[in-house]
Structures are given as structure tokens and as C-alpha cells.
């Protein structure tokens, strides 16, 4: 696509929204010590990091940072961002990826916002861990360049990501242009050695841009779900636990629930 000639500021906002789930088995005696750990390993400061490795690859300049976390459990995350910063050396933003050329506006209206949700069940020992992630741009910044270091930064079992380009910018004829890049979906941005790695499903509204996908990890080994010594399990209790697992993931993946057909 050719560079739009604008009239003023670029105000397209651009919203990449994610829902990361990473998801396991703890028998009723390890569970609090799976929210301890993924407590631990996912707090503010680290969340903080990757959030500022964020708007690094993005090409933002961070402009204020609050972070806070919660007990139980949990964490948040806000991070104020602005155009105009050049990536670092060594920080490679994704490719393919839209807008390349060199930023000029300076519009500080955008953010960088992370949440976390461990839970577990009290009956059947599987444990969901949730990260939702909002990475909201105005002007020429766009999210999608951060997506697949995003992907990898956590455990992503599962992941459901929704973008949305809201609003207009006009160019110097006076036109209303809705969109500033070529997308027909997120998948596009996605590298190919991750796309082989998932299942995907999309659910895309071209005429209002919204884009929709929804990703599952292909292969499943048990071993990998498996918190602490649960890798100890008589093999009668390791397929209903595999069953457990399995009916967990289709149900998050597809958004329903389903019958609890025995293993």
C-alpha cells in the first residue's frame, strides 16, 4: 500500500486486545503453591518488562507507568505511551508489519494495559492462569508489530486476540480514510513457525475492521500440564485427568461449556 499523504495527525486508533491462557493440572494439595508460583513468576515487575519491551518494538516512548500487585493473587499494569521513538538495536520489531516509515506526529493518547487472573478449581485440579492484555495506539504506532513477542512471553496455551481500527484520518484531499494498512486477518502478522504450532479460527468483519482469532496449541502432552510431582498419577488417573485438561481447553477455546462425559 502507498503512504497516505495527511492532512495533520494520523487519528486512526488501533486496539490489539489479548486473552493468554495457560492452563494445568494440581492435585488439591499443590494448588496453592501453582497460584504461589505463577504469582510469582508473572508479578508486576516482570509484567512491567515486558510491557516496556512492548512499546520498545512498537517504536513508543513511555511516558508513565503504574503497577500494582493484589492478594491474593494477581497483577496489573498501565503504561501511558507516545510516538516517536526509534526501536533500540537488538529489539527487531515482527515482520511482516504495517507502517514502517519513519514517525513524525507526536500524539500522547495511547496506552499499554496488562491484568492477570490465576485460578483454580477446588474439585478437579485444574488450574487456569488468564493474562489479559490491551495494546492501544493512535497515529502511525501500530500494536500488531508486538504480537508475536507477546505470544511467546508467556506460557499461551491458549490465546484469543480481537483488533479494531476505530475513527478516521484524512489525507490532503479531504478524504475519510478508515484504515491506514493491508489486513485481512491477524494471521497475517503472526510468524509462520507459530502459525504451524497452533490451531486457528477467525472471525473477521471486514466492512466494520474488526478482526477476531482465536489460537490452540496443536500437539498436547500431558507431562506439560502436569504442576509439581502430578507426574507421579497411576495411569487410570492420568487419562481422566487428560480428559479434564482436554474438556477444559476445548471449552475456553470455543466458548462453551460442555457435558462431562467420563474419560
Same mark, same amino acid.
Given at each position: 500500500?502507498?503512504?497516505?499523504?495527511?492532512?495533520?495527525?494520523?487519528?486512526?486508533?488501533?486496539?490489539?486486545?489479548?486473552?493468554?491462557?495457560?492452563?494445568?493440572?494440581?492435585?488439591?494439595?499443590?494448588?496453592?503453591?501453582?497460584?504461589?508460583?505463577?504469582?510469582?513468576?508473572?508479578?508486576?515487575?516482570?509484567?512491567?518488562?515486558?510491557?516496556?519491551?512492548?512499546?520498545?518494538?512498537?517504536?513508543?516512548?513511555?511516558?508513565?507507568?503504574?503497577?500494582?500487585?493484589?492478594?491474593?493473587?494477581?497483577?496489573?499494569?498501565?503504561?501511558?505511551?507516545?510516538?516517536?521513538?526509534?526501536?533500540?538495536?537488538?529489539?527487531?520489531?515482527? #515482520?511482516?508489519?504495517?507502517?514502517?516509515?519513519?514517525?513524525?506526529?507526536?500524539?500522547?493518547?495511547?496506552?499499554?494495559?496488562?491484568?492477570?487472573?490465576?485460578?483454580?478449581?477446588?474439585?478437579?485440579?485444574?488450574?487456569?492462569?488468564?493474562?489479559?492484555?490491551?495494546?492501544?495506539?493512535?497515529?502511525?504506532? #501500530?500494536?500488531?508489530?508486538?504480537?508475536?513477542?507477546?505470544?511467546?512471553?508467556?506460557?499461551?496455551?491458549?490465546?484469543?486476540?480481537?483488533?479494531?481500527?476505530?475513527?478516521?484520518?484524512?489525507?490532503?484531499?479531504?478524504?475519510?480514510?478508515?484504515?491506514?494498512?493491508?489486513?485481512? #486477518?491477524?494471521?497475517?502478522?503472526?510468524?509462520?513457525?507459530?502459525?504451524?504450532?497452533?490451531?486457528?479460527?477467525?472471525?473477521?468483519?471486514?466492512?466494520?475492521?474488526?478482526?477476531?482469532?482465536?489460537?490452540?496449541?496443536?500437539?498436547?502432552?500431558?507431562?506439560?500440564?502436569?504442576?509439581?510431582?502430578?507426574?507421579?498419577?497411576?495411569?487410570?488417573?492420568?487419562?481422566?485427568?487428560?480428559?479434564?485438561?482436554?474438556?477444559?481447553?476445548?471449552?475456553?477455546?470455543?466458548?462453551?461449556?460442555?457435558?462431562?462425559?467420563?474419560?
Amino acid at each position: 500500500m502507498n503512504k497516505l499523504q495527511l492532512h495533520g495527525f494520523n487519528n486512526l486508533t488501533k486496539t490489539l486486545s489479548f486473552n493468554i491462557y495457560d492452563i494445568c493440572y494440581a492435585p488439591a494439595e499443590k494448588q496453592q503453591a501453582y497460584i504461589d508460583y505463577i504469582d510469582e513468576a508473572y508479578n508486576a515487575e516482570r509484567l512491567t518488562r515486558i510491557m516496556q519491551d512492548v512499546a520498545a518494538i512498537i517504536g513508543a516512548r513511555v511516558l508513565n507507568i503504574a503497577h500494582q500487585d493484589y492478594e491474593p493473587q494477581g497483577a496489573s499494569v498501565t503504561m501511558l505511551i507516545a510516538e516517536g521513538q526509534e526501536i533500540p538495536e537488538g529489539m527487531q520489531a515482527e #515482520s511482516p508489519g504495517p507502517l514502517p516509515e519513519t514517525v513524525l506526529a507526536h500524539l500522547d493518547k495511547s496506552h499499554i494495559s496488562v491484568h492477570t487472573y490465576p485460578e483454580s478449581h477446588p474439585d478437579n485440579g485444574i488450574s487456569t492462569f488468564r493474562v489479559d492484555i490491551d495494546v492501544a495506539t493512535c497515529g502511525r504506532i #501500530s500494536p500488531l508489530k508486538a504480537l508475536n513477542y507477546l505470544i511467546h512471553s508467556f506460557e499461551s496455551d491458549i490465546v484469543v486476540m480481537d483488533y479494531r481500527i476505530r475513527g478516521f484520518t484524512r489525507d490532503v484531499d479531504g478524504q475519510k480514510h478508515y484504515i491506514d494498512h493491508d489486513i485481512t #486477518s491477524i494471521q497475517n502478522y503472526i510468524a509462520e513457525d507459530t502459525r504451524q504450532i497452533y490451531q486457528m479460527l477467525d472471525v473477521n468483519v471486514y466492512q466494520e475492521n474488526i478482526f477476531h482469532t482465536k489460537m490452540m496449541l496443536c500437539e498436547f502432552d500431558l507431562e506439560n500440564y502436569l504442576f509439581a510431582a502430578a507426574g507421579t498419577l497411576p495411569e487410570k488417573e492420568k487419562a481422566i485427568v487428560q480428559h479434564r485438561l482436554r474438556k477444559e481447553m476445548a471449552e475456553i477455546f470455543h466458548g462453551r461449556n460442555y457435558p462431562d462425559i467420563p474419560a
